[in-house]
């Protein structure tokens, strides 16, 4: 049966889990067909891109406000992409910014609308759940505890493992790494600034100073290609100690020993690929000011959050300087910590996988339609 289905995939992690999914989908039905915002990966599985996530990753009040004529340009683009198209579903990933707004108007258009990975309403503006109740057709959440919390509140919500988990558990490190962990003879620190230019601006200068000087360690920088010139800009004259690897993050997970992170999605990642962490996260003041005031969890890393307790360091905001992180990186490569996060890990993990995550899914979308 030929179905039609449009999908909005605006991160680097939207990218990788509407991949996965469309390959799921493809699995069950290989006559679909699929347009729609993603980024390279989802155009590998045959997803026409109608906007590449590179040009909409925009994050923080003053960042949006800033850019709004863009974003509804980008608006109005969508909305005329699917009237074409004529799915016979709207595919929502996260970016609940846009994509609550897109729920509503392709609901009221006549569409079956889906939503992959769900708003994080229990942090913040719970108002949204009005939003999702009247114009979102199903609900998949990935974090455990977020079936419960929707289907309180009347939202019909499943909850399938966390995709990631599954990924990584099957993840293979190719030859060219294998070598690196075994001939390096030293303790590899893994760099991870974020995805996007703001995040990388101002979190690898504090990344670098932090780790200057330090002996007897590889030091691994998880670089995204489209971001080249910045970080060779940010590099400038500093010691080759400091290697690159583009579009390979999950390779340099998989033989790190520590990781300096930026918090979102990859604090996940560096959990279940095993990495003792620092979680790190500093913003626009005015931003970070309005959100601190919404906002209402205990934690900013989804380690912290779906274990419910404080496995790994959080440096926010003033905290995150270098000196502090210098100090938190050392008592990481104690023994004694180091094992206890490990140890924490594995909760996590086992909190999160499942095999068949995309494939139940795919499945239930296809059922639904």
Same mark, same amino acid.
């Given at each position: 049966?030929?179905?039609?289905?449009?999908?909005?995939?605006?991160?680097?992690?939207?990218?990788?889990?509407?991949?996965?999914?469309?390959?799921?989908?493809?699995?069950?039905?290989?006559?679909?067909?699929?347009?729609?915002?993603?980024?390279?990966?989802?155009?590998?599985?045959?997803?026409?891109?109608?906007?590449?996530?590179?040009?909409?990753?925009?994050?923080?009040?003053?960042?949006?406000?800033?850019?709004?004529?863009?974003?509804?340009?980008?608006?109005?683009?969508?909305?005329?992409?699917?009237?074409?198209?004529?799915?016979?579903?709207?595919?929502?990933?996260?970016?609940?910014?846009?994509?609550?707004?897109?729920?509503?108007?392709?609901?009221?258009?006549?569409?079956?609308?889906?939503?992959?990975?769900?708003?994080?309403?229990?942090?913040?503006?719970?108002?949204?759940?009005?939003?999702?109740?009247?114009?979102?057709?199903?609900?998949?959440?990935?974090?455990?505890?977020?079936?419960?919390?929707?289907?309180?509140?009347?939202?019909?919500?499943?909850?399938?493992?966390?995709?990631?988990?599954?990924?990584?558990?099957?993840?293979?490190?190719?030859?060219?790494?294998?070598?690196?962990?075994?001939?390096?003879?030293?303790?590899?620190?893994?760099?991870?600034?974020?995805?996007?230019?703001?995040? &990388? %601006?101002?979190?690898?200068? @504090?990344? *670098?100073?932090?780790?200057?000087? !330090?002996?007897?360690?590889? +030091?691994?920088?998880?670089?995204?290609?489209?971001?080249?010139?910045?970080?060779?800009?940010?590099?400038?004259?500093?010691?080759?100690?400091?290697?690159?690897?583009?579009?390979?993050?999950?390779?340099?997970?998989?033989?790190?020993?520590?990781?300096?992170?930026?918090?979102?999605?990859?604090?996940?990642?560096?959990?279940?690929?095993?990495?003792?962490?620092?979680?790190?996260?500093?913003?626009?003041?005015?931003?970070?000011?309005?959100?601190?005031?919404?906002?209402? &969890? %205990?934690?900013?890393?989804? @380690?912290? *959050?779906?274990?419910?307790?404080? !496995?790994?360091?959080?440096? +926010?905001?003033?905290?995150?300087?270098?000196?502090?992180?210098?100090?938190?990186?050392?008592?990481?490569?104690?023994?004694?910590?180091?094992?206890?996060?490990?140890?924490?890990?594995?909760?996590?993990?086992?909190?999160?996988?499942?095999?068949?995550?995309?494939?139940?899914?795919?499945?239930?979308?296809?059922?639904?339609?």
């Amino acid at each position: 049966m030929k179905l039609k289905l449009y999908i909005i995939a605006a991160e680097a992690s939207g990218d990788l889990h509407g991949s996965q999914l469309l390959h799921a989908l493809k699995n069950l039905n290989p006559e679909i067909e699929t347009r729609g915002w993603g980024g390279d990966l989802m155009a590998k599985e045959g997803h026409q891109l109608d906007v590449h996530y590179s040009k909409a990753s925009f994050m923080g009040f003053v960042e949006v406000i800033k850019n709004l004529p863009y974003i509804l340009r980008l608006f109005k683009i969508t909305k005329e992409s699917i009237q074409t198209f004529e799915p016979d579903a709207v595919i929502l990933l996260d970016y609940p910014g846009f994509n609550l707004r897109m729920a509503k108007w392709a609901h009221l258009k006549g569409y079956k609308v889906f939503y992959y990975i769900a708003p994080q309403i229990w942090a913040w503006k719970e108002k949204r759940i009005e939003i999702i109740k009247k114009y979102v057709d199903k609900l998949f959440v990935i974090l455990p505890f977020e079936e419960n919390y929707f289907e309180e509140r009347g939202v019909n919500a499943s909850y399938y493992g966390h995709p990631l988990a599954n990924s990584i558990k099957k993840f293979e490190t190719n030859s060219f790494f294998k070598e690196y962990k075994q001939t390096a003879h030293q303790a590899i620190i893994a760099l991870l600034p974020g995805s996007r230019v703001q995040e &990388i %601006k101002t979190m690898l200068p @504090v990344f *670098l100073e932090s780790i200057k000087d !330090l002996k007897d360690v590889k +030091i691994m920088l998880a670089g995204m290609q489209q971001h080249q010139d910045l970080y060779q800009s940010i590099l400038g004259e500093r010691p080759s100690q400091v290697e690159i690897y583009y579009d390979s993050t999950y390779q340099i997970l998989s033989i790190a020993d520590f990781a300096l992170v930026t918090s979102g999605t990859a604090t996940l990642e560096t959990g279940l690929f095993g990495v003792p962490q620092i979680v790190c996260y500093k913003g626009n003041p005015l931003s970070y000011m309005i959100a601190k005031n919404l906002i209402k &969890i %205990k934690y900013i890393s989804l @380690v912290n *959050l779906i274990l419910d307790r404080p !496995l790994v360091t959080e440096l +926010i905001q003033d905290s995150m300087n270098a000196n502090n992180l210098r100090l938190e990186l050392e008592k990481l490569m104690e023994p004694e910590h180091k094992n206890k996060i490990l140890e924490g890990y594995q909760s996590l993990h086992s909190s999160l996988y499942n095999e068949h995550s995309y494939h139940l899914t795919a499945e239930e979308m296809l059922k639904k339609i």
